[in-house]
């Protein structure tokens, strides 16, 4: 596993950015099967993207997998985020496309504790949307987006889940392909 440090930026929640994550030579492979995957088209009032199923027991991303899930990285990202000991993680792969977007929530479902977003586009730019935009927001309520997260390739983001986690994927206007592979740690 790689050595990062995990900066947690306090507002306007807890989150932090990780740059150059993966050992990209090592997950080449796993990359290249990823995108190979079957991507379901789904929409609702809250979002419109594809995705896979939950790929946690896909063996084709053992090193992804690994590097998530390593118990001495969960040990640092419960450290970063004061939360108790991540016991597991889930993940599954997203792509938006010209015309996606998923609107504003706050990831709140029990066990929840930390979720992060894997980016995986190489060249996505500001101006070709599907930012990572948070809100400054009270208990339960999102406020204005008051930061964007433009998704850099190979960066990890991480942040608390709370009443005030919220946060949106601005729509993608640009003629690119968003891919993420995004989950959460559970206690």
């Known amino acids: 596993m790689r050595s990062h440090n995990i900066e947690v930026i306090p507002e306007p929640f807890p989150h932090a950015v990780v740059r150059d994550f993966l050992d990209l030579d090592a997950v080449a492979g796993e990359l290249e099967w990823l995108a190979g995957q079957e991507f379901e088209p789904g ?37 970063a ?20 977007y998923l609107l504003p929530h706050d990831d709140r479902v029990e066990g929840r504790q930390v979720a992060w977003s894997l980016h995986l586009t190489r060249g996505l730019r500001e101006q070709d949307g599907g930012a990572l935009e948070l809100f400054d927001a009270a208990a339960d309520v999102a406020g204005r987006v008051v930061k964007c997260i433009v998704p850099e390739f190979n960066s990890l983001v991480l942040f608390r889940v709370s009443p005030r986690s919220w946060h949106q994927v601005a729509e993608v206007v640009g003629d690119v392909q968003r891919l993420t592979v995004t989950g959460w740690y559970h206690d």
């Open 43 to 79: 929409e609702a009032d809250l979002f419109s993207y594809s995705s896979t199923r939950e790929l946690g027991a896909a063996s084709q991303l053992a090193g992804l997998r690994r590097a998530l899930g390593d118990p001495a990285w969960r040990s640092r990202v419960a450290a």
């Open 81 to 100: 985020f004061d939360t108790p000991l991540l016991c597991s993680l889930d993940l599954a792969a997203y792509v938006y496309a010209q015309g996606d």
